[in-house]
């Protein structure tokens, strides 16, 4: 991989920009020259990068005409405002935000879809999926040959980290002042999350169900290819930083054949199943990895058709920031 692309990072002080350029730099990215963007109060952080600091710049002055890659981090709402910018200079984009919305850009998952880019038109602006739908992703890409898939169940315990830095700062807050026998002012999320589980990763719309819980069905029928594969979807927030774990269910038409399905997780990239016995966690085994992991591999209590398993990744980091690195390398690789 020895063509430079110039790139930008807009978000760059977010979560997400972080995690991009460090991993940027742990699998020697070919980045010609590096920009780090945002706006607000992140304009004049320093990052590092190769042994220096990098100044986050104002996205508003940005010219895009720099570069030829663009990854969106951050809050949706930059997206919204920069994404006609960047396409009309002819970029390449790759949107990581945290915008929870089901967008017009497509999916993509390296692990799963990465031949969708050979299709595109330039120049190329795909999305990465919410990171719940990527680890799920990354675990059903082995087993499709495997399993005829006639429903999908999952219950997404979703870390504070899905708010932002806003929703780390409030739990930490929120369990220090508990720990200190203070009296507890929710803020971010409108009630108690420290030591408490929510039944809703955030205030469900008309129809009962989250932004990220559509979000999250329609984006894996997208990957998957599958627009009438029913998938429910339940998303709780649980007061952990950092990490996802989802148990999941899959119903399928014939009996499942578990020491095939065990057979084709251990032997997929990007994956660590546990052995039998252990359940992988994500303060435990997830937190700074590049891998997911998948656990509690088993037959439904009374029905074989079904396979449940037990799944956590690193949200900001496996689950946002390493699949779009991934998907830019294909795309300086392949497609710019």
């Not at 963007?37 to 220096?52: A, C, F, N, V």
């Not at 429903?151 to 708010?163: D, E």
């Not at 009630?191 to 894996?220: M, Y």
Request: with cysteine; net charge negative; glycine share 8%.
């Amino acid at each position: 991989m020895s063509q430079l692309v110039h790139v930008a990072i807009a978000g760059a002080a977010s979560a997400i920009g972080e995690a991009l350029v460090e991993i940027a730099e742990e699998r020697g990215f070919p980045i010609g020259d590096l920009h780090v963007i945002d706006e607000g109060d992140s304009i004049g952080q320093s990052l590092p990068y190769k042994g220096r600091n990098l100044r986050v710049r104002d996205v508003a002055q940005f010219d895009f005409n720099q570069v030829g890659l663009v990854f969106f981090a951050g809050e949706v709402a930059l997206l919204d405002r920069y994404l006609g910018a960047a396409r009309q200079a002819g970029c390449a984009v790759i949107d990581v935000t945290s915008g929870k919305n089901s967008a017009a850009l497509p999916c993509v998952v390296p692990e799963l879809n990465a031949q969708r880019l050979a299709s595109m038109s330039k120049p190329v602006c795909v999305s990465s999926p919410a990171p719940e739908a990527t680890a799920l992703a990354v675990v059903l890409a082995p087993l499709l040959d495997l399993l005829s898939l006639e429903r999908i169940t999952v219950t997404a315990c979703v870390p504070v980290s899905s708010r932002g830095r806003r929703g780390v700062n409030e739990l930490a807050r929120q369990t220090a002042e508990l720990l200190n026998a203070r009296p507890l002012e929710p803020r971010v999320f409108g009630q108690q999350v420290a030591f408490n589980l929510l039944g809703a990763d955030d205030t469900p719309e008309a129809d009962g169900h989250t932004i990220l819980e559509k979000r999250f069905a329609n984006e894996l029928k997208q990957l998957l290819d599958k627009p009438l594969l029913p998938i429910a979807v339940s998303c709780i927030l649980a007061p952990v930083f950092f990490g996802s774990s989802l148990s999941v269910s899959l119903l399928c038409a014939d009996e499942v054949d578990l020491d095939a399905v065990s057979q084709a997780l251990e032997q997929a990239p990007g994956l660590e199943l546990a052995a039998i016995g252990e359940q992988p966690s994500v303060v435990g085994d997830a937190i700074g990895q590049d891998v997911v992991h998948v656990g509690r591999v088993r037959h439904g209590h009374d029905d074989r058709r079904q396979v449940n398993l037990w799944i956590v990744s690193d949200n900001v980091r496996k689950g946002a920031a390493l699949n779009a690195v991934q998907t830019g390398e294909l795309l300086i690789k392949h497609y710019l």
